[in-house]
């Protein structure tokens, strides 16, 4: 064994003879990876190649219509006159102030909903969370709402709601909410499944009730990130909310689709900038309010 000295750093040297078989042992490892990369490429390819089988894609045709796909962005550049939207940004955006107020109708659905379905994921989280809920049954049941709740896609409860309600923005608040349920209990129970049993424990023990562990155990521990992914869930649904409109749902998303199928192209460019610049700002602040409240829980 040898050893060099390189700014104050003792490397030291295996001999030959025992360095050998450690090298030999690496590269065997090494060449186990790549076996299991090759491995696992092949079997992709193969999974993806069956997919496209079995969904009847045929590549000749996506690649004889991609055109049409970027023809259709073109299009949304420019106005019916064939000008750019830029050349003209009073004519492109002529309904700015109908379009803001259905934005911020919009907005209010999206709102009003990720609070209703927030406080009610609130309650049920516990529900179904092994260290605060002793009975299986209740738990099972629970979770069985939670999955439903977020299984059914938000727009089939809107079309669902728009039949019993009628039109407008309430069927829009209810789909919203109960997709919200759904998700956002996911996500509040796995934060609860985490958090430490110790001070659940120590209520228990002094003779705390139910909702005194959870209380004084459980909600301190969990607050902050149950706010985070509540802000992240609102950004989804004011989306979210958008595309209800489709149904007549509320909101600028009835103005959108009736844009696009009317092929007022430059009308769905600027309701889509308006909607994405929603988003954006929405997404900023949110992504703020969320670091400090992390930083808050790292103090």
Not at 144 to 170: D, S
Not at 185 to 212: C, H, M, Q, Y
Request: hydrophobic share 55%; glycine share 8%; net charge neutral.
């Amino acid at each position: 064994m040898t050893a060099s000295t390189t700014a104050n750093h003792t490397v030291t040297v295996l001999p030959d003879p025992q360095l050998a078989p450690l090298m030999r042992a690496y590269g065997e490892a090494m060449a186990a990876k790549r076996r299991q990369l090759i491995l696992g490429a092949v079997l992709f390819t193969i999974a993806l190649a069956l997919a496209l089988l079995g969904a009847e894609v045929d590549l000749g045709t996506l690649w004889a219509k991609i055109g049409n796909f970027t023809s259709y962005f073109t299009r949304l550049a420019h106005l019916d006159n064939g000008a750019s939207v830029l050349s003209d940004p009073a004519e492109w955006f002529w309904g700015l102030r109908k379009w803001s107020l259905l934005l911020g109708e919009t907005l209010l659905i999206a709102y009003v909903g990720t609070i209703t379905g927030a406080a009610f994921a609130f309650c049920l989280c516990f529900l179904c969370t092994p260290g605060l809920m002793p009975f299986p049954w209740v738990r099972a049941a629970t979770r069985r709402v939670l999955e439903f709740a977020r299984t059914v896609p938000e727009i089939v409860f809107a079309l669902i709601f728009v039949v019993a309600f009628g039109l407008g923005p309430v069927p829009g608040v209810l789909a919203v909410a109960i997709h919200t349920t759904g998700a956002l209990g996911k996500l509040f129970a796995e934060v609860v499944d985490n958090i430490d049993a110790n001070p659940v424990e120590g209520v228990r023990s002094s003779g705390g009730t139910w909702f005194a562990q959870v209380r004084f155990g459980a909600v301190p521990q969990v607050l902050s990130n149950f706010v985070s992914y509540t802000l992240l869930r609102f950004e989804i649904n004011v989306r979210g909310a958008a595309v209800m409109g489709f149904v007549g749902a509320g909101g600028i998303g009835e103005e959108l689709i009736t844009a696009i199928r009317k092929f007022f192209y430059a009308d769905v460019s600027a309701i889509l900038l308006l909607i994405m610049v929603c988003v954006v700002v929405i997404d900023l602040i949110s992504e703020r309010v969320r670091h400090r409240l992390l930083a808050l829980e790292s103090r």
